[in-house]
């Protein structure tokens, strides 16, 4: 009998059922100009002896960092090496005829001139690839703009699905907020080849920066009253 009355207890503890919630979803999204140029210079070589043809890589790779080295700020160019990789060439018996390899130089930064002039500079290397992107702090500030209007627009629906379902007033239940960017238009492209002549004089390729948007994305459920 007792086993009976507990458990009849228990069931009645269980909490009742949420009524009158809603579930909802807002978004804020702001443009802002791309304020982080990331520029990749690269080199190839190739020979018979793998040996000699990782030497010349690491020759042209140690003339380009001490070059931009010389320029280089942090926040607004940054200096760090990329991909360097060297593997055999093979004849059509599957023999090893040769090596062939690349290495690469990275610049990044807010200051665009600095980094193309410096890429000018560097007679050891072409450009291979020119992107842009958002610096941390334009990113974080950008972030806080899209929150502000995100949460606003959360506020707004809750509100007027609220009224739209008669109720007075509503309490909030739960919340997520999480963020993106993205960067409309074509995706960075390959230089290597004119680069090569766009360099010639210590020329510095000019470059423009585009936009990205940042959005911030509010879901969450609300109790209506």
Do not use: H
Not at 36 to 55: E, H, I, M, P, W
Not at 196 to 201: D, L
Request: proline residues 4%; charged residues 20%; glycine residues 6%.
């Amino acid at each position: 009998m007792l086993a009976g009355v507990s458990a009849v207890f228990a069931q009645n503890m269980q909490p009742p059922e949420p009524r009158n919630v809603v579930q909802l979803s807002a978004s804020g999204s702001v443009d802002v100009q791309q304020d982080l140029l990331v520029l990749t210079l690269s080199t190839a070589r190739d020979g018979k002896d793998a040996a000699v043809v990782q030497s010349q890589l690491r020759q042209a790779l140690d003339a380009a960092v001490l070059e931009a080295r010389r320029n280089a700020e942090p926040g607004q160019m940054e200096v760090r090496t990329g991909n360097f990789s060297l593997y055999p060439r093979y004849s059509q018996n599957s023999q090893i005829t040769g090596w062939q390899g690349n290495t690469e130089l990275v610049l990044e930064g807010r200051d665009f001139a600095r980094i193309t002039n410096t890429a000018a500079r560097i007679s050891s290397m072409a450009i291979a690839q020119v992107a842009f992107s958002l610096s941390p702090q334009q990113r974080s500030k950008v972030e806080r703009d899209a929150q502000t209007l995100a949460i606003e627009n959360f506020k707004t629906q809750a509100a007027d699905l609220t009224r739209a379902f008669g109720f007075a007033d509503y309490t909030l239940r739960e919340v997520s907020v999480n963020s993106n960017s993205y960067a409309p238009g074509p995706r960075p492209r390959m230089m290597a080849m004119e680069a090569k002549s766009a360099m010639v004089g210590d020329s510095p390729i000019a470059v423009e920066a585009g936009k990205s948007t940042v959005t911030v994305n509010v879901s969450g459920s609300v109790q209506m009253r």
